[in-house]
C-alpha cells in the first residue's frame, strides 16, 4: 500500500514536502547598481582562465597537425618546405 494511502485510512495528513531552497549568495556586490556578487565575478574569472588555456591547447595542437603531422601523412605540403 501507499504511504498516501495509509496516511490517509489513518487519519494522518499527508507528509509535509520539503522546500526547495537555493542557496543564497552572500558574498557583496560589485556594485551596489549590478546584480553581480564577488563569488560570481571569481567564478566567471575562473571559468574563462579555464576556456583560454583549453583554447591555448587547441591552437598548439592545431598547429602542430597543420606543421608536423599532415605533412607527414601526405596529406597535403607546406609551401615553405
Not at 485510512?9 to 549590478?34: F, I, M, N, Y
Amino acid at each position: 500500500m501507499g504511504e498516501a494511502k495509509r496516511r490517509a485510512e489513518q487519519g494522518l495528513p499527508p507528509r509535509p514536502k520539503p522546500a526547495k531552497t537555493k542557496p543564497v549568495d552572500t558574498s557583496p556586490r560589485l556594485a551596489p547598481w549590478l546584480p553581480l556578487t564577488q563569488r560570481q565575478g571569481e567564478q566567471f574569472v575562473q571559468i574563462t582562465t579555464r576556456g583560454a588555456w583549453i583554447g591555448i591547447a587547441a591552437l598548439v595542437l592545431f598547429w602542430v597537425i597543420v606543421r608536423f603531422i599532415g605533412p607527414a601523412a601526405g596529406w597535403w605540403a607546406l609551401a615553405d618546405g
